[in-house]
Nanobody, 115 residues
Framework: QAQLVESGGGLVQAGGSLRLSCAAS????????MGWYRQAPGKQRDLVAV???????NYAGSVKGRFTISRDNTKNTVYLQMNSLKAEDTAVYYC?????????WGQGTQVTVSS
């Protein structure tokens, strides 16, 4: 059974940093494109960053230059380093794994940035 477990969320002041982790199990991590999405209250879930199996990376324009996505295939884990956080980054952050096997989501981790 596929499972994605996010961690690292919390409350931080504007300008601060957080590092999110997503540990995957039951997923063929090495063939999965991994992504981070976020959903603020009353808004749709949006892409934050994605990293392919060949380490091609895409960022949302609003986080480019502040966030960094990376993956460790030996640990089946994807990370999101978030720097220079802003109040508008407040949201539930979700991990996603996509491959020919399926499309899987984690349960989400709350990130709250106080201004």
């Amino acid at each position: 059974q596929a499972q994605l477990v996010e961690s690292g969320g919390g409350l931080v002041q504007a300008g601060g940093s957080l590092r999110l982790s997503c540990a995957a199990s039951g997923v063929i991590f090495s063939i999965s494109t991994m992504g981070w999405y976020r959903q603020a209250p009353g808004k749709q879930r949006d892409l934050v960053a994605v990293i392919t199996t060949s380490d091609r990376i895409n960022y949302a324009g609003s986080v480019k230059g502040r966030f960094t996505i990376s993956r460790d295939n030996t640990k089946n884990t994807v990370y999101l380093q978030m720097n220079s956080l802003k109040a508008e980054d407040t949201a539930v952050y979700y991990c996603n794994a996509q491959s020919i096997i399926g499309d899987y989501w984690g349960q989400g981790t709350q990130v709250t940035v106080s201004s």
